[in-house]
């Protein structure tokens, strides 16, 4: 193969694109993870999740993907047999349902289309109906990376507190964290599960549990079997800044550099609002195109992915294959039953107004090669938009 100049654009929605800050960050000789200098690191670390999770609870920090983290919120919190109500939002929230079946728990699946998000009326009539309250969490994945769908976790904490139900609530940011609007205190949620390797910028191999009181408190009782992932060693050595086990030590020198970033010089706030921006010009881009956006309520689009539909008798994975040839960027693949029938756009992590143009412009070109009906006026869609976010207010008036 020959060499292909420039950058690999690395536009699934995770992993992401690594920041070469965050790269040299991890560039360092691996240190002793029991000496004087890793507490420090430990402890800067935890605090700075504690931020990006909005919670003054405990966060664990595991070295595994994402998948470790879902185990870990269900093994820590439930015993065998124990009924929990999950919500097929997609593939991951379908993949959680099929963990918890092999775990040994009783999972409810409500069954959705794949184009909305979690219902939090849905959720609550079923916990209004579990009067002997045999259902012992609730299980919702906020940002649904297979479809582009965010569900809306404040109503769904609403909807439980309405029902009366005491059941935990655990909710998946894996593609949400430090992308999206997520407040683990305020939300009233028991267990977030997040990972490395999409907003937070990192490569893959670290992965998080937020833990509220009630969550801890319910790990005492619970029976599942585990080991690995048991919060109550990680927390115990975690208090003087060490881990129970050896941590993934140059992730973590990632992680510090990453937190800066997101947390000290940017802002979390206009993270977020960044991400709203390119996911509004993504969508933009689509119905220009002509094409429609999976995702169908506004109030749930998603501001790091878009899945968009191929037109009938167009399939996805092959335009996916002329934009990789052609011009070497890579968008995520329809998974499972939206297989050949999507592709989505990530724009989620360490992105800008020129990435995002650079991945539309692949985008637009790759239709046209791969010989997909539409109109070619969606990266000027695109254009219009971020351009106006940047008009002055008196201009944008004007
Ligand atoms: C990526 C992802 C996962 C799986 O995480 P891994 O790191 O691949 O184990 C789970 N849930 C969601 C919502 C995801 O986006």
Same mark, same amino acid.
């Given at each position: 193969m020959p060499r292909t100049a420039?950058?690999?654009? #690395?536009?699934?929605?995770?992993p992401t694109n690594v920041p070469d800050r965050v790269l040299r960050a991890i560039d360092m000789p691996t240190m002793d993870h029991r000496g004087p200098d890793f507490a420090p690191l430990g402890k800067a670390v935890l605090e700075g999740m504690k931020r990006v999770f909005k919670t003054s609870s405990h966060v664990v920090i595991y070295p595994a993907s994402g998948t470790g983290a879902w185990e870990a919120a269900l093994a820590n919190t439930l015993s065998p047999g124990d009924a929990v109500l999950m919500y097929e939002t997609g593939h991951f929230a379908t993949l959680w349902q099929k963990m918890a079946l092999k775990l040994g728990l009783r999972p409810e699946f409500i069954s959705g289309d794949w184009r909305t998000g979690a219902d939090p009326q849905a959720i609550e009539s079923r916990l209004r109906e579990d009067s002997a309250k045999t259902i012992k969490a609730v299980c919702v994945v906020h940002n649904e990376t297979s479809t582009g769908v965010v569900s809306r976790i404040a109503e769904v904490r609403k909807a439980m507190d309405a029902a009366k139900h005491p059941a935990l609530l655990m909710v998946d940011t894996i593609s949400s964290l430090a992308s999206l609007d997520y407040r683990h205190d305020e939300w009233g949620v028991d267990v977030t599960v997040g990972g490395?390797?999409?907003? #937070?910028?990192?490569?893959p191999g670290l992965s998080f549990n937020a833990v509220s009181a009630k969550a801890l408190a319910a790990s005492k009782d619970a029976k599942l079997p585990r080991s690995f992932w048991d919060w109550h060693e990680m927390i115990a050595s975690n208090k003087d800044g060490y881990f129970p086990y050896t941590p993934a030590t140059n992730l973590l020198y990632g992680l510090r550099e990453a937190l800066a970033m997101l947390l000290d010089e940017e802002g979390l706030d206009n993270v977020f609002a960044r991400h709203q921006r390119h996911g509004e010009a993504t969508r933009r881009a689509a119905r220009a195109w002509g094409l429609e956006v999976l995702a169908k309520n506004p109030a749930e689009y998603s501001g790091s992915l878009t899945a968009v539909l191929m037109p009938a008798g167009h399939d996805a994975d092959r335009l996916r294959k002329v934009i990789l040839e052609n011009f070497d960027m890579s968008l995520g693949t329809g998974l499972s039953k939206l297989a050949g029938k999507v592709f989505r756009i990530g724009h989620l992590g360490d992105f800008n107004d020129l990435t995002l143009m650079g991945t539309l412009a692949g985008c637009e070109m790759g239709l046209q090669l791969a010989g997909v009906?539409?109109?070619?006026?969606g990266v000027q869609a695109a254009m219009d938009y971020l351009a106006s976010c940047h008009a002055s207010p008196a201009r944008a008036a004007a």
């Open positions: 420039g950058r690999h654009f #690395l536009q699934i929605p995770g490395s390797q999409k907003g #937070l910028m990192l490569p009906p539409m109109k070619k006026e």
